[in-house]
């Protein structure tokens, strides 16, 4: 295991029993950035929720107002007359029936979001296992199977992102780069936030967020205040 050195250990000296004002925590979090590439800003929600509930899981896109900094690759399904709007809102790659073949047969899924029209999803219940097992089936859940799906992908292009709670209860997400400025990471954050309140499942008891921590790529997390 990688020891952590002195010099790093002074760099992260701060009080981490103690939970910071948001505004605080992203500058912390920007000090304590020490990777030479341009890391990602995480923020780390947990909520009161039983995962193993279906009516109580968490799943949900949200367009981030300054992007998440992340280049994404996008797959779009759909009809050959919509083919060319895609490719003009930024799809890098798109097909219909005969991209589903190539899927099925390669196994190969060098992208990160898929986007479809509600008529190719009875298609792509041949790559449903695929895709399904990376994360990467369409669903209305998150917005990605969409009956505008040029919209679909620029919003994503633009910076929207999809997530949804992990088998703990929790919701990870990327709101940004260290590079940001703090404003725009907070921007990011807020609207985060006031998604995660919206979507509270009505039959989650008692505290619903029970604490929420902030990091940049490598760095340590720090707790905010709620």
Same mark, same amino acid.
């Given at each position: ?31 304590f ?58 799809? @890098? ?6 991209? #589903?073949?190539?899927? !099925?047969?390669?196994? +190969?899924? *060098?992208?990160?979001?898929? /986007? ?17 097992t990376?994360?990467?089936?369409p ?8 009956? @505008?799906p ?5 919003? #994503?292009?633009?910076? !929207?992102?999809?997530? +949804?709670? *992990?088998?703990t209860?929790? /919701? ?39 604490? #929420?921590?902030?990091?940049?790529s ?9």
């Amino acid at each position: 295991m990688k020891k952590v050195t002195k010099s790093k250990k002074k760099a992260y000296d701060f009080d981490k029993a103690k939970s910071y004002p948001i505004g605080e925590a992203l500058e912390l979090v920007k000090k304590f950035s020490t990777t030479k590439f341009d890391g990602s800003v995480e923020a780390h929600f947990r909520l009161g929720i039983d995962p193993s509930k279906g009516e109580q899981q968490i799943r949900a896109a949200v367009n981030l107002p300054h992007g998440s900094g992340k280049t994404v690759r996008v797959a779009a399904f759909v009809p050959a007359a919509q083919e060319k709007a895609v490719k003009e809102a930024g799809a @890098d790659l798109v097909g219909g029936d005969e991209l #589903i073949a190539e899927i !099925k047969k390669t196994e +190969k899924t *060098d992208f990160q979001v898929a /986007v479809a029209t509600p008529e190719m999803m009875k298609s792509m219940a041949q790559i449903a296992k695929i895709l399904g097992t990376r994360g990467l089936m369409p669903s209305p859940k998150n917005e990605t199977v969409s009956t @505008d799906p040029a919209k679909t992908v620029a919003e #994503i292009k633009r910076g !929207k992102i999809s997530f +949804k709670n *992990d088998d703990t209860g929790n /919701v990870h997400l990327v709101i940004g780069k260290v590079s940001f400025e703090t404003d725009k990471l907070l921007a990011n954050f807020q609207t985060v936030l006031d998604l995660i309140r919206k979507i509270k499942p009505a039959k989650s008891k008692g505290v619903y967020i029970k604490n #929420i921590s902030v990091n940049s790529s490598m760095g340590p997390g720090i707790r905010v205040q709620l």
